[in-house]
């Protein structure tokens, strides 16, 4: 190896240690929606004894398991951070997101299924309500959801610095490595942030069983409908249901490495054909944090620029920081 090779070995290896001020500042969010939501969850459990309201104990003990979910959110981020340098990480620490992400949609059964359960109780043996206390405990836990949910989806934008590995394949099968350190600003879209979508997710199941709560105590307590205090917590489990599904499916995908989108696939397809006779043999492009994707692309073409050249087609605004770039010498290109 070149001598001058070797004292930049540095400048040519990967960094993967994506997205750390955005995810800093999701993980100071939801640490102080942990606390609202511990709090919260004592006293409308509490409350909900008191006052004999299945639909408002249903809520604390939603808010309770929310809590740990929450708490799950926040390590990690702590983790994500911690270890963000670590090599033992082969694309970075991103995809922890995804990982708690699929955990606190898991979790999210756990209060369905109590809320499903002491609901029959109730349509079985009905009690009675003190529907003014009730009430007011569960328009402040409404309002205290909803200042949670703007806490947690206060928007930030990641700006980062991406790196591209190329490996450049002549027709006569000698291998050459060629690298590129190349800065890259992408935007990373928190909406693809598996783990704050989670606790976000459990902050909005938390807002959904405080409205039908507040529906189900006015319905009782002004039309005499006391069954529709557990036919809400029937309903509002089934809704949560949903989303705990759609949770788990999307932040599945992520651990699962399923391929990127088609129409960001096809972004990088006509970025890399239009710009020579380059054709893309193989492409894959998969998530490898929120708003982060990797990219291995091997093209053929019968005027092989270095691998630094295709990175460089690629825009910016998709996301791709991690780039392995094989390029093939057509063997057409002589006859040609």
Same mark, same amino acid.
């Given at each position: 190896?070149?001598? %001058? ?21 999701? %993980? ?32 604390? @003990?939603?808010?309770?398991?929310? $809590?740990?979910? @929450? ?36 979790? @999210? ?25 009730? =009430? ?13 949910? @703007? ?28 690298? !590129? ?10 909406? %693809? ?23 189900? =105590? ?37 651990? =699962?490495?399923? !391929?990127?989108? %088609? ?31 990797? $990219? ?38 002589? &006859? &040609?």
């Amino acid at each position: 190896m070149h001598t %001058e090779s070797t004292a930049r070995l540095d400048s040519w290896q990967h960094d993967h240690r994506f997205g750390l001020h955005r995810r800093k500042s999701a %993980e100071g969010r939801t640490k102080l929606v942990v606390a609202i939501t511990l709090a919260t969850m004592v006293g409308e459990i509490l409350a909900g004894w008191a006052f004999g309201s299945m639909a408002l104990l249903a809520d604390g @003990l939603h808010m309770g398991s929310h $809590a740990l979910a @929450l708490g799950i959110s926040a390590l990690a981020y702590v983790w994500m951070r911690r270890r963000a340098g670590d090599a033992a990480f082969t694309f970075g620490t991103g995809k922890i997101a995804a990982l708690g992400g699929y955990t606190g949609a898991l979790l @999210l059964l756990v209060p369905v299924a109590l809320m499903v359960w002491e609901s029959v109780l109730k349509l079985i043996t009905p009690v009675d309500i003190a529907y003014g206390p009730a =009430l007011a405990v569960a328009v402040a836990g409404l309002a205290i959801n909803a200042v949670c949910a @703007l806490i947690l989806s206060r928007g930030g934008h990641d700006h980062g610095h991406g790196h591209g590995h190329g490996h450049d394949h002549g027709h006569s099968h000698d291998h050459g490595p060629a690298h !590129a350190h190349q800065p890259q600003e992408s935007q990373a879209h928190e909406s %693809e942030d598996m783990n704050l979508r989670s606790a976000l997710l459990h902050v909005m199941a938390d807002a959904l069983t405080s409205v039908l709560a507040i529906a189900a =105590l006015l319905g009782g307590r002004f039309y005499g409908w006391a069954w529709l205090d557990p036919v809400m917590g029937l309903v509002g489990a089934a809704v949560i249901v949903v989303w705990a599904r759609g949770l788990i499916f999307g932040s599945g995908r992520v651990l =699962l490495d399923f !391929a990127a989108p %088609e129409d960001m696939r096809e972004k990088i397809r006509r970025a890399v054909e239009t710009d020579s006779d380059a054709r893309l043999a193989d492409l894959h492009v998969w998530s490898i944090g929120p708003g982060i994707y990797a $990219a291995a692309l091997s093209l053929v073409t019968h005027h092989p620029q270095e691998p630094d050249h295709y990175k460089r087609l690629l825009p910016k605004s998709l996301g791709v920081r991690h780039v392995t770039v094989e390029v093939h010498h057509c063997p057409d290109s002589d &006859a &040609a």
